[in-house]
């Protein structure tokens, strides 16, 4: 997989400065002095950049740049400006700055004592990630790769044989070879290296499980078929986590029609996974439940080819469940959480379920299948009411790209937030918050329920274009248990947006990785 950029803390010593190579980002607060120990002429360059109107006008997060500084050896010297009180995501967006602009070199942040300095080493390890591993050259033509920092990277090739042995019509393609150049790499002069390392300790999990889902998110279809991506989850043994996979034959056994009907038409066998870190001691546990749709065509109701090809996003939801799993274990949770995830594949061949089917889930209800292409529901369904039975857990919410509706909504700032339950949907929304990650609570209601209801089964797949996102949400509502906490979290235009945002370059985001950490770090984590 991908790695982020390795990041290590040393003690101040300006007298290094003058000397190194590479790049030099200095953190200082606007409008304020410049520290002491930067070579006389640069110090005389940097305050009269300081002084100028950019300067004056310096924000937090902002930068100026001075290229090739004077009485430096650097290559380019980062003013960023960070005020002293700082909030989290105003310093994670400062070493998302420095981040955006990582080569092959090495870069030395000067941050004193700063009290956010943890957070503006996630910022820079988070932004500078780079999927690169199927592109051969480093040029990119709308620049996103240079921006991105163009940081060689590696991949795990565990399941490879796996993807080559699956039934595709073509060969999957194999990674590039990774770049010959040395890769880049972060030094932190502080005041106290030893508290930031231990500071910054959580912050490295927490960028390992986001570049996981990343990854996922960013993996072609013909790689990330179901069988790799299960087994990518089952490799996270090695780190921990109990994974179980589930083939078709148990799922057959166990009654989840709803989603086998999506995958009927592939030549990828639906299953679904199990990941459980047990960090807690006997409580029940939280359980997250994934969508995992790894190509969406629409199925028998095919989808516009135009844009089709970013379909294989469709299993964001079961890729930020995953990362949350990968977190959890690297920095040892004291929580119990359950991470479940439907794979499957939604394509139209002569197997495929069709327009007017009815299929009967686990919970036993009936589905009329008005379009094939609202898949996901029926998929969630199954797993959720299997996440249920099993685990008897405290909590229960899903993630899936599953409208397009939420993007008609709330566009590419907000993830949709649905539940039964006021106090676990305030308590997403605060983390969201926190983490710097946009959410926005959405209604339900037994309105809702005639956009639904069907002619001929308990229900049908879809209400049509009015409130869509709802109408899903009102659909998943029916497999959840009376006074099950529950909520539904609808990514669909959060999980790989049309341009960079503040933390990722352009692709995924790995939208709620940081956001479902934190919030079973403050209310499901034993002290």
């Given amino acids: 997989m991908t790695h982020p950029v390795e990041i290590s803390f040393t003690e101040t010593a300006t007298d290094a400065l003058a000397t190194h190579k590479g790049r030099v980002a200095l953190i200082v607060a606007p409008g304020g002095r410049l520290p002491a120990g930067l070579p006389r002429s640069t110090r005389q360059a940097a305050q009269r950049a300081m002084e100028s109107k950019s300067g004056k006008s310096l924000s937090s997060g902002g930068v100026i740049e001075l290229a090739f500084p004077a009485g430096m050896e650097a290559d380019a010297l980062m003013l960023v400006g960070l005020a002293a009180n700082a909030s989290t995501t105003e310093a994670r967006k400062a070493g998302a700055a420095i981040g955006a602009k990582l080569g092959k070199d090495h870069t030395l942040v000067l941050a004193g004592s700063h009290k956010r300095a943890a957070d503006i080493a996630l910022g820079i390890a988070l932004r500078g990630y780079d999927f690169s591993v199927y592109r051969t050259t480093k040029d990119d033509a709308d620049g996103e790769a240079g921006a991105a920092g163009g940081v060689p990277q590696s991949v795990s090739r565990g399941a490879e044989s796996a993807v080559l042995g699956d039934a595709q019509a073509d060969p999957a393609p194999q990674p590039a070879d990774e770049p010959v150049s ?17 500071a910054a300790k959580d912050g490295a999990a927490l960028a390992e499980g986001v570049f996981f889902t990343r990854d996922l998110v960013s993996e072609p279809a013909n790689v990330l078929t179901t069988t790799d991506f ?10 921990g986590l109990t994974v179980e996979v589930l083939d078709e034959e148990e799922l057959t056994r166990l009654g989840m029609r709803a989603l086998l009907a999506v995958g009927q038409g592939s030549t990828s066998p639906s299953k679904v996974v199990v990941m459980r870190w047990n960090g807690g001691g006997d409580e029940a546990p939280l359980a997250l439940v994934g969508k995992g749709v790894v190509f969406d065509s629409g199925g028998i109701s095919i989808k516009p080819g135009a844009g089709m090809e970013e379909m294989t996003m469709d299993m964001g939801g ?17 929580a119990n959480v359950v991470g479940l995830v439907g794979l499957v594949e939604n394509m139209p ?27 996901g529901r029926l998929v969630l369904a199954d ?8 685990f008897q857990p405290r909590a229960v919410i899903d993630l899936a790209t599953l409208t397009g509706a939420v993007i008609i909504a709330l566009g590419h700032d ?3 937030v649905f539940s039964n339950d006021d106090k676990l949907a305030d308590q997403i929304l605060s983390a969201a918050g926190a983490e710097g990650e946009g959410a926005w609570r959405l209604p339900l209601g037994p309105g809702y329920d005639s956009l639904i209801k069907s002619r001929l089964a308990d229900m049908k797949n879809t209400g049509g274009r009015a409130a869509g996102s709802i109408t899903a949400a009102q ?3 029916r497999f959840i248990r009376k006074d099950q906490p529950w909520a539904h979290i609808d990514i669909a235009g959060v999980a790989m947006p049309p341009g960079a945002t503040d933390l990722a370059p352009r692709g995924a985001t790995g939208w709620g990785v940081m956001t479902l950490d934190r919030l079973i770090r403050d209310r499901f984590e034993d002290s």
């Avoid at 061949?349 to 898949?375: C, F, L, W, Y």
């Fill in 383 to 390: 797993v959720l009411w299997y996440a249920q039975t099993r």
């Fill in 349 to 375: 061949d002569g197997g495929a379920q069709r327009p007017g089917d009815i299929v009967k889930s686990m919970k036993g209800d009936t589905i009329e299948v008005i379009n094939t292409d609202a898949e």
């Fill in 475 to 477: 659909f998943l509502q």
């Fill in 414 to 416: 907000n993830a949709g």
């Fill in 230 to 239: 299960a087994d990518r989850l089952k490799a996270m043994e090695e780190i």
């Fill in 182 to 198: 040395e890769k880049a790499s972060v030094t932190f002069m502080v005041k106290d290296p030893e508290a930031l390392a231990k």
């Fill in 318 to 334: 079961a890729g930020v469940v995953a990362g949350v799993l990968r977190t959890l274990a690297l920095r040892r949770a004291k």
